[in-house]
C-alpha cells in the first residue's frame, strides 16, 4: 500500500491504518528502536507507543514523507523510554555512550537528546549537517542519530576504526566552533 493511502486511513480513522503502517515499516522501526534501546521486549513497547502516536498525531499532521515521520517517532519514544530507563537503573549503553561525547559540545550538557529537540539548535545542526561532505555526515549521522558503534561503522564503510574515531573527532569539533559562531555556546 503507497504511504498516502496509509496517511488517508488515518485521516479516514480506520483501523487498518495502524495494521498497514506495521506492515509496511514495522521492520523499520523496529531497527531503529532496538538499536537505541537493545531490548526486543522495550522495543515491542516502543513500537506499541509509536502506532498510538502516530494514530493520535495523523489527524493534526499530514506527513509528506511516512517513513522519515516513523523514524521521528520511533526515535522520539525510544529515548524517552531510554532516558526513563536510565534514569531508573543508571545504565549505560553505546547510544547513550555516544550521546556522551555530544554532551561535551552541546549547550547543558546534561542531556543533550533533549536539547537536540530545540528548534533553533535543530536548525543550526542541519545547516552543519548538510554543509558536510556526504561520507562525514553518513557517519555522523550512523554515530549520533542511528547510534551504530565504532566497529560497524567501519566496517559498513571499509574503513579502520581508528579512521571513523578521527573523523568523528573531526566532526565534533567543527559542530562545536559551528555552535560557538553560532552563538549556542
Request: charged residues 30%; aromatic residues 10%; glycine residues 4%.
Amino acid at each position: 500500500m503507497e504511504d498516502q493511502e496509509i496517511v488517508e486511513l488515518y485521516w479516514q480513522r480506520s483501523d487498518r491504518a495502524i495494521a498497514e503502517t506495521a506492515a509496511k515499516y514495522g521492520p523499520y522501526c523496529r531497527s531503529i528502536a532496538l538499536r537505541l534501546l537493545g531490548s526486543d521486549e522495550d522495543t515491542e513497547e516502543c513500537l506499541d507507543d509509536v502506532w498510538l502516536r502516530a494514530w493520535n498525531s495523523m489527524p493534526d499532521d499530514r506527513p509528506d514523507l511516512l517513513r522519515v515521520y516513523l523514524a521521528r517517532l520511533t526515535r522520539w519514544q525510544a529515548l524517552t523510554r531510554l532516558r526513563g530507563r536510565t534514569r531508573q537503573k543508571r545504565a549505560a549503553n553505546a547510544y547513550t555512550a555516544a550521546l556522551d561525547e555530544l554532551a561535551e559540545i552541546l549547550p547543558g550538557g546534561t542531556e543533550p537528546a533533549a536539547e537536540l529537540e530545540h528548534k533553533e539548535l535543530t536548525a543550526a545542526l542541519d545547516r552543519f549537517l548538510a554543509a558536510l561532505p556526504e561520507t562525514e555526515r553518513t557517519v555522523f549521522l550512523a554515530r549520533y542519530w542511528f547510534g551504530y558503534g565504532v566497529a560497524e561503522i567501519a566496517a559498513a564503510h571499509g574503513f579502520g576504526q581508528s579512521k571513523v574515531k578521527s573523523m568523528l573527532l573531526r566532526t565534533r569539533r567543527r559542530l562545536w566552533e559551528q555552535l560557538r559562531k553560532e552563538e549556542y555556546l
